[in-house]
C-alpha cells in the first residue's frame, strides 16, 4: 500500500517522550572552533526576515551524498518526529517503538543481550501502525541494527508504514556488523519511500542549547512534513551551516574518534578487570558493547544501586530502573574514576 498524508496538522501528535524517555547525553566538549563566530555573523542580521536555511540545508545534503530536497531542518529529532506522527497518524493509529516509551507508543522490547529483537517489531506491526520508529544506536543499550536487521526491516516494514530510523549517534559506532541509512559524510543509502531518518550532530558539537535536528526523506515525505515542525532558530541554523562546513566537519570527525576510542578503552579495561575478578574467585559483572557515546552497564533490578555507588564518587551518570546504567563518556579523569568505581562494586 501507498503512503498516505493528512491534509492538516490540526492536532497535537502523542508522539512524544515519557517520563521514562533518556536523560541529556551531552558530551563535555566546548563548541567546535569558528561556530561563536558563525553565529555573530548571523546575530547582526536578527532583526531580519528569513535565514541561511537553504545554505545549511545545501551543506547537510553535501555531507549525505544526496539533494536538498531530501533534507528538512527541524528544531531537534523529537520536533521532526512529532511532526511526521501529525502527517501521518490519525486518531487512533499507532506508533510503534523499539525500547524506548514515548507517550501512548506500543513500546517492543529489547533482545535479552540488548539488541533490536526484529521479529518483535515486526510482530507488533497492525493494520492501524503508521509508524515504526527505531533508534540505531539504541539510546539505551548502544547496540545499531545489523546489516541483516537493517535490510530485513526495509523489505518486511509494509509501505503504507513509515519506517522511521533515529541515527542521532550513529557516527559513534564501531561495530562492523552496524549499518546505517544515512551515516555521516558518505553517500545516503537507496531506500523506499516509507523510510525517513532523524539525525542530529548536537553531541559532539556542543549545540543542545539550540536544539537543531534534520530529517532526510523522499522529497514527497518532506513537503508533507514541512511547515508541521517548530520554527528553527535563525542562530541555530548559522551554527549548523558552520558545523557542515568541511572545516566543522573535519572537526567533528576528530572528536567523534576520540569518544570512540576512549569508549572502547572503558570497556576493554573493564573486561579485564572483570576476566580478572572471575579468575580470581570475585563477584563480576558483563561489559558489553555499545555502539553510541556512552557506556551501558546491564546490571537489571541492581541498576539504582549501582547509580547511587557512582554518585558517591562523584560522577552523575543515568540509571534506568531494572535495566541498567548508561555512563556518557567525557574527559579521561571522569571516565578513570568511572573504570574503577564500577570494578569496585562489581567485584566487592
Not at 258 to 283: H, N, S, V
Not at 316 to 338: C, K, L, M, Q, W
Request: glycine letters at 8%; proline letters at 5%.
Amino acid at each position: 500500500m501507498a503512503l498516505t498524508f493528512r491534509a492538516a496538522h490540526d492536532q497535537t501528535s502523542s508522539l512524544h517522550e515519557s517520563d521514562g524517555a533518556p536523560a541529556a547525553n551531552e558530551s563535555h566538549f566546548a563548541p567546535i572552533a569558528g561556530l561563536a563566530e558563525a553565529v555573530d555573523a548571523e546575530l547582526a542580521h536578527n532583526g531580519e526576515h528569513g535565514s541561511r536555511v537553504e545554505q545549511a540545508t545545501r551543506a547537510i545534503a553535501r555531507a549525505h551524498g544526496t539533494d536538498p530536497e531530501r533534507v528538512l531542518l527541524g528544531s531537534g529529532p523529537a520536533d521532526l518526529l512529532r511532526a511526521l506522527a501529525g502527517a501521518v497518524c490519525g486518531p487512533g493509529d499507532e506508533v510503534v517503538v523499539s525500547g524506548l516509551g514515548w507517550g501512548s507508543a506500543t513500546r517492543v522490547a529489547t533482545a535479552p543481550d540488548g539488541s533490536h529483537d526484529v521479529d518483535a517489531l515486526l510482530a507488533a506491526i497492525t493494520p492501524r501502525t503508521r509508524i515504526l520508529l527505531i533508534a540505531s544506536p539504541h539510546a539505551l543499550t548502544g547496540r545499531a541494527l545489523t546489516r541483516d536487521q537493517l535490510a530485513r526491516l526495509i523489505a518486511e516494514v509494509p509501505g503504507d508504514v513509515m519506517l522511521a530510523l533515529d541515527e542521532a549517534h550513529s557516527e559513534f559506532a564501531s561495530s562492523p556488523r552496524a549499518a546505517f541509512v544515512a551515516p555521516l559524510e558518505r553517500d545516503l543509502m537507496r531506500v523506499p519511500e516509507n523510510v525517513v531518518v532523524v539525525r542530529s550532530i548536537s553531541t559532539v558539537v556542543a549545540l543542545a542549547g539550540f536544539g537543531i535536528g534534520y530529517l532526510i526523506a523522499d522529497p514527497r515525505v518532506v513537503e508533507a512534513i514541512a511547515g508541521a515542525q517548530e520554527a528553527v532558530d535563525r542562530l541555530a541554523i548559522a551554527s549548523t551551516e558552520h558545523s557542515f562546513s568541511p572545516d566543522g566537519l573535519a572537526q567533528i570527525e576528530d572528536r567523534v574518534e576520540w569518544i570512540k576510542a576512549e569508549r572502547q578503552r572503558i570497556e576493554r579495561t573493564l573486561r579485564d578487570r572483570m576476566e580478572r575478578a572471575e579468575i580470581d574467585g570475585k563477584p563480576f559483572i558483563e561489559i558489553v558493547h555499545s555502539d553510541g557515546n556512552f557506556v551501558w552497564i546491564p546490571v537489571g533490578e541492581r541498576a539504582d544501586e549501582l547509580r547511587d555507588h557512582l554518585a558517591g564518587t562523584g560522577l552523575a551518570p543515568r540509571s534506568f530502573a531494572g535495566e541498567g546504567v548508561r555512563y556518557t563518556v567525557i574527559d579521561e579523569a571522569h571516565n578513570d574514576a568511572f573504570i574503577d568505581a564500577v570494578a569496585e562494586w562489581a567485584t566487592r
